[in-house]
């Protein structure tokens, strides 16, 4: 087991290698530049260089890079160009926070309460509520999150009056944008849920245990619900570094200062050094939350082995 | 299981057939498929709901009482009224016809998008499943790699590259969406070309051409076209986020998402601005969406 992670951790190494690489390249082959003239004018040329000597924009590309990298590995990942009173590091320390405080209760809602619906679901199928909760779910996974932002804003804070139509500081706040946030994965999370308790239902083993005379609870919660489990954490699980990174169509919408909008911001003004730790961060991760997947795929379901062989 | 359908011979009859004999007809997988789509009711529901949305949407050249950039700064943020179904906006734009022709925009999107992301990824999907070797090596490669990098900043970076704009963002939605639809070629490819009719014509001296164009292709459509229906509901959401953070399509060609930014400062007083263009986002998505999955119900049954 150890082994094996390690290996995937190497894996993941190259990955981020090769991710960094290319987005690293392609920042650097489009045209404009952080300093370069647009719109709101051009720099005098010697103030330019300074700039760009200043920030070493003006050495070959793969020195910038090595450096960049060697610094990226200590955690430094350099001044931002929008804001150069403050590194990166702390620019991302203030914001992300801020997407985390949004992300954590999204996903306690989605997972908690899709599962309770999946699962009512599956044990009344073709039942109103099975209907009812498959249409909610396909309403969930179709409908963009930002409509049902500004759905949840037009009833709540404008019809009735009772909420803020966006802000950050206050617990109400939280409402509006956890809900609308949640609805995806929560219409993901039910849906694969009642497939999967319900192709479990089905299985030799459940017809046994109901047929040694086993009591119904006990039935559901031993035989169904942890062998349920698998496709949630294969399917579900990478849905999280998803919610923990944030929405930028949600942090827009309610006015929340999280992480979201320097994904615009950034590749707007070319500012290589946030639009890198953003990649890096996003592709971490994701690495990460596979490599939890695969192990806790086999915790689950001993018939798995690691490295990609399956005994059925 | 209902009998193969019968119907009265036609006028130009077989020898052995009199006019009026009943001749059947052997059912065709299409037609089972169509039959099962068919019976569908929410997949038909969907199929009504984007007939009506294409209407909407390319008939507004016709149907619009005005055109898109037509304003009218006397009549501006009027509520909805007999004469504007759907109010004016605050420059006194008809905000029903501005509803029509951001439909039609987010259709073309979607289409043409999509149209792009199968020219890119069928062709590298056939290939890296048909030749396999280094070329598969190679074409695998790329698309782990771009799998890796976060989607949305890819297509917000290209954005601010090449510019806002009908055409820059089908370009973009293109390029940032074939990875499924090659990695599902592909592996259609690979799971086909083990079965056993497979290497029977093989035994039988079928060459690899004869294979692949006879064989393995006809039976990999079905999948890929309800790959194709699904990314178009996609797509469209796609650019409505893209023109929803105001990279996306600029004035004066509407965009629904670009409509939903544009009413946030005076959402609190003029409601109606930003619940047509989300309801029309809404209508949109889930007709694609239902006739997709319609599509996947009735063409793959062994897949549910």
């Not at chain 1, 719109?39 to 003006?58: H, I, N, V, W």
């Not at chain 1, 949640?182 to 694969?192: K, T």
């Amino acid at each position: 087991m150890g082994r094996y992670i390690l290996g995937r951790l190497a894996g993941l190494v190259f990955v981020l290698f090769a991710v960094s690489v290319i987005a690293f390249l392609l920042m650097h082959a489009v045209p404009g530049g952080p300093f370069a003239p647009d719109e709101r004018g051009r720099l005098p040329e010697a103030t330019r260089a300074a700039q760009m000597a200043k920030y070493g924009l003006d050495q070959p590309l793969q020195i910038q890079y090595i450096k960049y990298m060697w610094n990226a590995v200590q955690l430094d990942f350099g001044v931002p160009f929008q804001s150069p009173t403050e590194t990166v590091t702390e620019l991302i320390a203030r914001a992300w926070p801020v997407t985390i405080k949004i992300g954590i209760p999204t996903i306690v809602l989605a997972y908690g309460m899709g599962s309770i619906l999946g699962y009512i679901a599956a044990i009344r199928q073709n039942s109103w509520i099975d209907y009812t909760v498959s249409f909610m779910s396909t309403m969930g996974i179709v409908v963009p999150n930002f409509v049902v932002a500004i759905w949840l804003l037009l009833f709540f804070s404008i019809y009735l009056g009772w909420l803020d139509p966006g802000g950050w500081g206050k617990p109400q706040h939280y409402i509006m944008p956890v809900v609308a946030y949640s609805l995806a994965p929560m219409a993901l999370v039910a849906r694969y849920t009642r497939s999967s308790i319900l192709e479990v239902m089905r299985s030799d083993h459940v017809r046994t245990a109901r047929a040694k005379g086993l009591h119904e609870r006990k039935v559901m919660t031993w035989h169904v619900s942890r062998n349920a489990l698998i496709p949630f954490v294969t399917i579900l699980l990478p849905e999280i570094p998803n919610i923990l990174t944030g929405s930028i169509f949600i942090e827009a919408t309610f006015r929340i200062p999280g992480l979201g909008r320097f994904f615009v911001t950034s590749a707007q003004s070319r500012d290589y050094p946030m639009i890198l730790a953003l990649v890096l961060l996003i592709a971490v991760l994701w690495g990460v939350t596979y490599i939890i997947t695969d192990v806790l795929y086999t915790v689950l379901d001993p018939r798995i082995r690691l490295g990609g062989r399956s005994i059925s | 299981m209902a009998l193969p359908v019968s119907w009265n011979a036609p006028d130009d009859l077989p020898a052995n057939l009199a006019r009026g004999d009943k001749v059947v007809h052997a059912r065709t997988a299409t037609s089972y498929a169509l039959r099962r789509f068919r019976s569908n009711k929410l997949a038909v529901f969907g199929m009504i709901l984007v007939a009506a949305l294409c209407i909407f949407g390319f008939g507004a050249p016709i149907l619009a009482p005005t055109s898109y950039s037509f304003a009218d700064l006397m009549s501006a943020n009027q509520f909805p009224n007999r004469e504007h179904p759907m109010g004016t906006d605050t420059i006194g734009h008809d905000f029903l016809s501005r509803v029509m022709y951001g439909t039609r925009t987010s259709l073309v999107v979607g289409f043409a998008a999509v149209a792009v992301a199968a020219g890119i990824g069928i062709p590298l999907g056939l290939i890296a499943g048909l030749r396999g070797g280094w070329a598969d090596f190679a074409i695998m490669r790329v698309v782990e790699i771009m799998t890796a990098f976060p989607g949305l900043l890819f297509a917000i970076f290209l954005m601010t590259v090449v510019g806002s704009g009908v055409g820059n963002i089908i370009f973009v939605i293109g390029i940032t969406s074939w990875l499924t639809l090659c990695r599902l070629m592909r592996a259609q490819l690979l799971t086909l070309r083990e079965q056993e009719y497979v290497t029977a014509a093989r035994s039988a001296g079928a060459t690899d051409v004869q294979i692949a164009v006879r064989h393995l292709l006809p039976n990999a459509v079905a999948p890929i076209i309800v790959a194709l229906t699904l990314a178009i509901p996609t797509a469209i959401f796609a650019e409505a986020g893209l023109s929803y953070l105001g990279i996306g399509i600029n004035e004066p060609t509407p965009s629904l998402g670009k409509m939903v930014a544009d009413s946030a400062p005076y959402i609190r007083l003029y409601w109606y601005l930003g619940l047509f263009p989300t309801l029309a986002i809404a209508l949109i998505m889930l007709g694609f969406s239902f006739v997709g999955d319609g599509l996947r119900d009735a063409l793959d049954p062994r897949q549910v």
